[in-house]
């Protein structure tokens, strides 16, 4: 049995989960978050996406038989 869930519900909920467990003040939630945006628009981006695209293709293939 599959289950599709986009990749920002489950980072939602990852984020959530560290925020709640880990006691995380919001100012340096909303620090990394900026740094997410800042990451976004400068030349790494497109190693991060090409990265974040590779793991996701690793851990699809590993779990599908």
Known sequence: ???????TLVLLIV???IV???RLRWWA???LVLLGFYLATSSV???IDSTT???V???NN???K
């Open 1 to 7: 049995m599959n289950i599709t869930l986009p990749l």
């Open 15 to 17: 984020s959530w989960l």
């Open 20 to 22: 709640r467990h880990l």
């Open 29 to 31: 939630v909303t620090a």
């Open 45 to 47: 981006a497109p190693l």
């Open 53 to 55: 695209h590779d793991g």
């Open 57 to 59: 293709q690793v851990i």
């Open 62 to 64: 590993s779990t599908t």
